[in-house]
């Protein structure tokens, strides 16, 4: 009860769920593992839908996760900011600490604690049908960490909303500007500098992908193959490659950083999400989607 407590009433509806690490984690590897909540579905299912939650982005909107639970997918957010920093000499609990080295071992613990969950998700609860959704930063680790496993392929699917993908860290910076936690950017701007070159190289991820952004501050995609075209902060142009099964969705209304858009773009998102999904999964899913 205490970790729900910690997210002041936003996650009301959810149960705390125990997740073990895996056996590769011999103390060497950095982090504790995340933290996992879930809110079932009043329906029997086999379906889940689990969001990454890291850095400084806001909790899962809950007309989200009821959106997914009403259509009969059990929702789980794994929250890696208990991961971040922790367990580790010299890093004092800040993630980034230790420069470039320090960060790619902070993803690399992400992609553990990511690893242990969906696994406790498939044997332990009996998932067959896995989408992994993330907005702002945890968007990025989560295609990061779909494209380090598109060998296993364990998502079915990939929704990512408004990903950080600029630099700057515009979700980051607007939250401090807004009365966040002091010195977020810092805490959180390295790490989050680290994954963001690393998904401008490029990715091969091999499940389907659903990039949706509003539009202000963002372009149209350049050219085909899953290449995300945007603008970034200093102006200058940037081209993504996501992979072979992308499709980029352009919203009127919202701000970059954003879980969710308000008014009438709120209506539009759930409405293309249900159509994107029906086209992905099995009928028996479609049927309830649309």
């Known amino acids: 009860m205490g970790l729900i407590a910690d997210y002041e009433g936003s996650a009301e509806g959810y149960e705390p769920v125990a997740v073990p690490l895996g056996p590769e984690n011999d103390g060497d590897m950095p982090g504790r593992g995340a933290a996992v909540l879930r809110r079932r579905s009043a329906r ?5 839908v689990i969001y990454v939650h890291c850095l400084g982005d806001s909790f899962v909107p809950g007309d989200l996760a009821g959106w997914y639970t009403e259509r009969g997918f059990h929702f789980y957010v794994a929250d890696l900011r208990t991961e971040a920093g922790s367990n580790r000499p010299g890093t004092a609990g800040r993630p980034g600490a230790g420069g470039a080295e320090g960060a790619a071992r902070e993803l690399t613990g992400f992609f553990a604690s990511l690893d242990a969950a969906v696994l406790h998700l498939r044997v332990s609860d009996c998932i067959d049908t896995l989408v992994v959704c ?6 990025v680790i989560a295609a990061l960490w779909c494209h380090a496993r598109r060998a296993s392929q364990p998502a079915d699917a990939l929704v990512l909303a408004s990903p950080a993908v600029g630099r700057g860290a515009p979700a980051l910076s607007r939250q401090a500007a807004q009365g966040g936690e002091p010195g977020e950017y810092r805490r959180w701007g390295p790490l989050l500098a680290t994954a963001q070159r690393r998904l401008r190289r490029g990715l091969d991820i091999a499940c389907p992908v659903l990039v949706m952004c509003p539009a202000s501050g963002w372009d149209s995609p350049s050219g085909s193959g899953g290449l995300l075209g945007l603008r970034l902060i200093a102006g200058r142009r940037a081209t993504v490659r996501l992979g072979a099964h992308v499709t980029w ?4 209304g919202g701000q970059p950083g954003e879980a969710l858009p308000a008014g009438e773009a709120r209506r539009q998102f759930f ?3 249900g159509r994107w999904l029906s086209a992905y ?10």
């Open 44 to 48: 029997p299912s086999k379906r889940a």
């Open 134 to 139: 993330a907005h702002g930063a945890g968007a």
């Open 249 to 252: 969705m352009r919203l009127d």
């Open 271 to 273: 409405d293309e999400l």
């Open 281 to 290: 999964l099995s009928g028996q899913i479609r049927d309830q989607l649309l």
